[in-house]
Structures are given as C-alpha cells and as structure tokens.
C-alpha cells in the first residue's frame, strides 16, 4: 500500500513522533517481555519478529533464548535504544524501521510474531491482525500483550479519548487501543484463521514514591499524554480537571506500602491455521 493509499499517513507520523521519548519506561516493560516470551513458548532455533518492539526489550529476551530475533518499529530514537540493548546483551536482532500494517517480510516468514503493547497502536485492526498472520507460518504461534479496558492503563487511555480533539468531518478515525484488551474482540479478530487461543493474566509494577511521581512520569514521557497536555495549555481548567481525574485514576493502581504501581495486562497467545 502506497502513502497515496495510507489514509492514515499523517496519523501515523504523529505516533512516530509521540513515542520518542518511551524509552524511559523500558525498566517495567522488561519483566513483563519475559513473561510474554514464556507465554509463546519461544524456542531455541525460531524465527522470531517482534511488531512494535520499542527498545527491543521483548526480541533481546527471545534471542537471549536462542531465537533467531527480529524487531520492527516506527520510531527511530526507541530502535537506537534497542539496538544498544543488543549490544550490550551481546545477541543478534534484525531490528527494523516499519509500520506494524506494512510488515516488510514475505509471508510465512516466522515461527512465531510476538507484540507487547505495540500492534495495538494500528489504526487498523483488521490491516494489523491480517499483517501478523500474513508472515506467520502454518501451525506458527502469535503472541501478544495487551491493556484491558476494565483496569487502570485501559481506563487512563478512555480518559484521554474524552480530551482528545475530534479529528475534521471525513477524517479517518483509528481505533481504540483498548479494544484489543477485550477477550472476545481478540477472538473475533483473529477468528477461524487461529486454534488453541488462550488467555493469561498479569501486572507490571513501575516503582513509585507516590501516585503523583507517576503522573509526572506520564507526562514526561507518555506521547499521546504529552501532546494531550500541550494542546490544552489553552484551557487551564481543561488541563487541571484532566490531571485530576488521572490521579485519581493511578490511585486505583498504587500500591501505597509497597511504593508501586501496578498496571495490570493481558496475554493472548493462539496457533495460525
């Protein structure tokens, strides 16, 4: 598909731009790749792509295990990052520059294609799932993370769905990521080209002083968050209703005795057809 084509082109030039600054939450990403890779049962020998790798956290796991790593991301600041994570774990991962809904791969090329929180920024699911399971082969694995809507991150990301400007009339309109966190749209995306679907649960925990040392670091480095916050230097009371209701929502997640936060995920893993 052309850029001419790409409805969503300018769309996906703002998230390329929005993420930059990511890698600073590589920390509570890390434990979470593992269980990720677990979960997919990677194996020593397979050929393995990570779609959305961000610094690289989940490829440099698979290729710790032997796995034969590959990453894809929009962003080049977060890929320089993966790139070094490499080096210094001394593994070999293919890590490329791409868009999660024009995998740059033949189809059938992987024996497994993982994402931990990176596909679900497609504007296009069905382009995205058809992509995943295009370079996947028969009888391969596709694995995945993503946010459930019912618990804190999936519900900050609602929140700021409320604040966000309406695109213009006629404006193509991408989906929700939390969509994906709903068990039955999982299996209604990925359909009758997968079997064995299953489920697990879990949480990352982000360390914390308080719930308003995460705030600051959502707006630090959360993309949509900091462009959120920038458009509405405008409106004053907007902004400070918007960090309110924020931190009320990372109440819910903090865990006051313990000085984390837990941001609680979904994995789903299934076998293409």
Not at 193 to 218: N, T, Y
Not at 235 to 262: C, Q, W, Y
Request: charged share 25%; aromatic share 8%; with cysteine.
């Amino acid at each position: 598909m052309s850029n001419e084509q790409d409805p969503f082109v300018q769309f996906k030039a703002m998230q390329r731009e929005a993420w930059d600054g990511f890698g600073a939450n590589e920390g509570f990403t890390t434990l979470p790749a593992a269980a990720l890779v677990n979960f997919a049962s990677v194996a020593p020998g397979e050929r393995v792509l990570d779609v959305g790798c961000g610094t690289g956290v989940v490829a440099v796991t698979a290729a710790r295990r032997g796995a034969q790593a590959f990453g894809l991301d929009l962003t080049p600041r977060l890929l320089e990052r993966a790139k070094e994570n490499a080096r210094v774990a001394r593994v070999e991962v293919d890590f490329r520059e791409g868009d999660a809904e024009k995998l740059p791969f033949e189809d059938g090329s992987f024996d497994v294609v993982l994402s931990q929180l990176g596909h679900i920024f497609a504007p296009r699911p069905d382009v995205a799932t058809a992509e995943l399971l295009r370079v996947l082969k028969p009888r391969g694995r596709v694995a995945f993370t993503v946010w459930p809507p019912e618990h804190e991150t999936g519900r900050l990301f609602m929140l700021l769905g409320k604040y966000m400007p309406q695109p213009p009339a006629g404006a193509p309109v991408p989906a929700p990521p939390v969509a994906w966190g709903i068990p039955d749209t999982i299996r209604t995306r990925l359909g009758e080209s997968v079997a064995d679907l299953r489920f697990k649960r879990g949480f990352m925990i982000a360390p914390a002083l308080s719930p308003e040392h995460v705030a600051a670091q959502l707006e630090a480095t959360f993309g949509p968050l900091q462009k959120l916050v920038a458009g509405l230097a405008a409106h004053p009371e907007k902004l400070a209703t918007l960090r309110s209701e924020m931190l009320s929502l990372i109440k819910d997640g903090f865990v006051a005795d313990a000085n984390e936060m837990r941001q609680h995920f979904l994995m789903a893993c299934a076998v293409k057809r």
